[in-house]
């Protein structure tokens, strides 16, 4: 009986795998959650693998004036429509705060010109889409280290979070909004910055006016536009998907530095 | 990433290829660092445009070169759900619908694979002497490879004692693979990854950047492909269930050499 049965699991099993001789056939596979498990188990070996390779104090390239994109293609949300973020834009975000609250000893607001009264970092680099493509461009904003420090992080935050304006998912909701993680080894790398100029300009909206966040060393979809609100976390597992960003939860791996 | 569904109902493929218009999810080839956008950076260009002629695989446009999928290579979908026009169909990519995250999950996962058998098999081989002794071509076959190219190409396959050796093409073809082609995969493909740029900057020198890099990486995938189809096809041509027995087994039945007269 249990023989016959394990024989049946058997051919079952193996009619399935020849069923996916050709790659499309792999479709079926993409959906078992124990194929998706065994793939996944590749995305902590990269990250591990790339902890080690990668000095944690390690630059980006940093290119020449001559070498910025004509063109930066603007991705994802280009325009919020997001009541609250767009009477911010009406008036040149004149009345907008930025917050830094969760785990730290002292919460800030601070306006985008107190942002730009802080010491400034200008960096011009390359920004690498997960979807191929790459552009130049320069960025000028505040060290995230900066507002870090001056908030005090306390002992058990162990990431940052970046709340957004843009509701790419189009829920209408909190649920939808555009959010975004790092580590700390990456919140206080030296080029995270939170730019508020792009090539010498105040930051377009379709680039994430008032403030976009620069990780140079990860894909662009962790460097979040239209910036509204910091959280230091000790988890990120409960926020949300759990899996520490809105493309994250879609599936896109939380390190993205490959 | 625009994703046009023409809707399908009553079309026939021919006339719905006819209706698909331009630029739709295209694949360039770059040789730039980074610079989107600028046309005459692109060295070749998967494109799906508008055809006439629905039946032609690729065509020659202009320069820079523009490969033209045409629906028989760049269509995918069904009749109920419409059609999407994309630079590969979707017999050959994995997922075959459009998901790049997915995507990525199984490219990762196999690059491991790929990294770690290839770094067992190339320490293996060069330990073992296995390039020096079976895959470093002598000097005398390098001069008679016109020969063993001509009897290549009339599937003239030796016997005897040379059947026993590889010869002079499979020798270079198999080291090109093994030490050139493979490990260019690896480095074009960490020269993608902007953690890496950041760590190993050399990567981006050595090929001129992402861009670069990332064209490279299709080029040599490319050549994989065809190094594997070609290698199958003389597995087929040249005696395949000797071939496959002796892989399994080692048995290897070698005919005897032609008396020359």
Request: glycine fraction near 10%.
């Amino acid at each position: 009986m249990s023989n016959s049965l394990d024989r049946r699991f058997f051919l079952r099993r193996a009619a399935a795998l020849a069923g996916t001789l050709g790659l499309g056939g792999c479709d079926g596979l993409s959906d078992q959650p124990w194929v998706r498990r065994v793939l996944d188990s590749a995305e902590g070996l990269t990250r591990f693998t790339q902890t080690v390779l990668i000095p944690p104090s390690a630059l980006a390239r940093e290119y020449d004036e001559a070498e910025i994109s004509k063109e930066f293609k603007a991705n994802g949300s280009t325009n919020p429509d997001d009541e609250a973020y767009k009477a911010h834009a009406a008036n040149g975000f004149a009345d907008w705060k930025l917050g830094v609250s969760g785990l730290v000893e002292k919460p800030l607001e601070l306006s985008l010109a107190e942002l730009r009264a802080m010491p400034s970092r200008t960096q011009i680099t390359r920004h690498d889409c997960v979807e191929g493509w790459s552009c130049i461009g320069k960025w000028t904003g505040v060290p995230l280290k900066t507002l870090l420090d001056q908030a005090g992080l306390k002992a058990n935050a162990r990431y940052v979070v970046f709340r957004c304006a843009d509701d790419l998912g189009q829920t209408g909701d909190e649920d939808g909004k555009y959010y975004e993680s790092v580590g700390l080894e990456d919140a206080f790398h030296p080029q995270t910055i939170l730019a508020y100029e792009m090539n010498g300009n105040v930051l377009p909206i379709e680039h994430g006016a008032p403030l976009r966040l620069r990780v140079e060393r990860q894909l662009g979809y962790k460097m979040a536009k239209y910036v509204m609100r910091i959280e230091a976390v000790d988890e990120i597992a409960t926020i949300r998907g759990g899996r520490g960003g809105f493309w994250e939860d879609l599936g896109y791996e939380w390190y993205a530095g490959i | 990433m625009h994703e046009p569904r023409t809707s399908a109902s009553g079309d026939s493929i021919p006339r719905l290829r006819r209706r698909l218009d331009a630029l739709v999810g295209p694949c360039r080839l770059r040789w730039v660092s980074a610079v989107e956008h600028r046309p005459a950076d692109t060295v070749a260009q998967l494109l799906v445009v508008k055809d006439e002629v629905s039946n032609r695989l690729w065509e020659l446009l202009a320069l820079p070169l523009a490969l033209q999928p045409t629906g028989v290579f760049g269509l995918a979908g069904s009749d109920d759900e419409g059609y999407d026009a994309r630079g590969f169909p979707w017999t050959v990519t994995l997922p075959g619908h459009r998901d790049l995250s997915m995507g990525r999950r199984w490219h990762f996962f196999f690059a491991w694979a790929f990294v770690i058998n290839g770094l067992i098999y190339l320490i293996y081989s060069f330990a073992s002497g296995h390039i020096r002794r079976d895959l470093a071509p002598t000097e005398a076959e390098i001069k008679h490879i016109g020969a063993s190219i001509s009897e290549h190409a009339r599937f003239k396959f030796p016997k005897g004692e040379e059947a026993k050796r590889y010869n002079v093409l499979q020798k270079l073809t198999y080291l090109l693979v093994a030490l050139v082609l493979l490990p260019l995969m690896l480095l074009t493909g960490l020269a993608m990854s902007p953690g890496m740029d950041a760590g190993y900057p050399i990567l981006l020198d050595i090929f001129g950047g992402r861009q670069s890099a990332r064209t490279i990486h299709f080029l040599a995938a490319g050549g994989i492909v065809l190094f594997v189809a070609v290698h199958l096809f003389m597995v087929l041509v040249s005696g395949v269930w000797n071939n496959l027995r002796s892989m399994i087994t080692g048995k290897y039945v070698v005919e005897p050499a032609e008396e020359t007269k």
